[in-house]
């Protein structure tokens, strides 16, 4: 047991990130419905749950903390608006004024690849202007009240903050006549990131941390004192953190439930409707 333990912690990330994009765009390049995607994200979902039993970096982030339903909640709304927000692609195709610039010679994967690579240079930017604008914080605010980390709080977040970062992340690649496909293994990808960077699986990725921002290093990111929690903004990569000096990682470090929050709202509402409203009241 303990040699397959060993075994999980160090393939888990690489596999699902691999397998589960894989199989995407296996769906996504044959004739099986689109919508099957979603059944394949539940697999995912499932997975991670397993895995977190499996090899939990915390036992007790594992326990439901009144917390669940919530989640779920944040979880079904942010899924919809992303889904709502891929299925519009058609439309700005039709009315975009500009010429499309998107490399539709490249293969599938290699559209993906670059698209992950924009969405994350975005995506991670908006993310640090939250952190420095008092009136995005009090959206993104409601991703930092976690209070226990594991792989279905990722996408804990508030719809309008959502919506900011899908559009920092995605406008250009809208922009450039991103392709159906694209977008849809895109908003998948990303679903499958959100599960393995807020991951209670003792998971082990070795030099993977200088490039993939994985559970190990975006921890770091919620630790909730504001000086210590301002690193790692990263979505995919920990590319933009190297360049905004963000970057931070200590293999020593060992987190539990008392360094999760944030340190000077420690009675932040947590309640799905009372964190929608919450932003509104500051």
Not at 11 to 28: E, H, R, S, W
Not at 120 to 140: P, V
Not at 150 to 178: C, D, R, S, W
Not at 252 to 278: C, E, H, N, V, W
């Amino acid at each position: 047991m303990n040699a397959l333990k060993w075994i999980t912690r160090w393939t888990y990330a690489p596999l699902i990130l691999v397998g589960f994009n894989a199989a995407a765009m296996m769906i996504v390049i044959s004739d099986v419905p689109k919508w099957t995607l979603g059944w394949l994200l539940a697999a995912a979902i499932g997975v991670s749950f397993l895995i977190e039993g499996f090899i939990p970096y915390q036992k007790d982030w594992n326990r439901p903390q009144g917390d669940r339903s919530r989640d779920l909640m944040h979880f079904l709304v942010n899924e919809a608006s992303i889904a709502g927000s891929v299925m519009l692609i058609p439309v700005a195709a039709v009315l975009m004024p500009f010429p499309r610039l998107w490399p539709d010679a490249l293969p599938l994967w290699a559209q993906l690849i670059l698209a992950i690579l924009v969405a994350d240079a975005g995506i991670t930017l908006a993310h640090w202007a939250s952190h420095r604008n008092n009136i995005l914080w009090r959206f993104h605010a409601v991703h930092h009240s976690v209070r226990r980390m594991y792989g279905f709080n990722g996408l804990m977040k508030h719809p309008l903050h959502q919506a900011i970062e899908l559009t920092a992340g995605t406008a250009p690649l809208v922009l450039a006549g991103m392709p159906l496909e694209v977008a849809l293994l895109l908003a998948f990808a990303v679903a499958v990131q959100l599960l393995l960077q807020h991951s209670n699986a003792d998971m082990r990725i070795g030099p993977l941390r200088y490039v993939l921002a994985l559970a190990p290093v975006h921890r770091f990111h919620h630790l909730k004192s504001a000086e210590e929690g301002d690193v790692n903004f990263g979505l995919f990569t920990t590319l933009w953190d190297r360049l905004l000096g963000t970057a931070a990682f200590d293999p020593d470090k060992r987190f539990t439930s008392a360094d999760l929050g944030i340190g000077d709202m420690p009675d932040y509402p947590r309640t799905y409707l009372r964190q929608l409203i919450q932003p509104f009241r500051q």
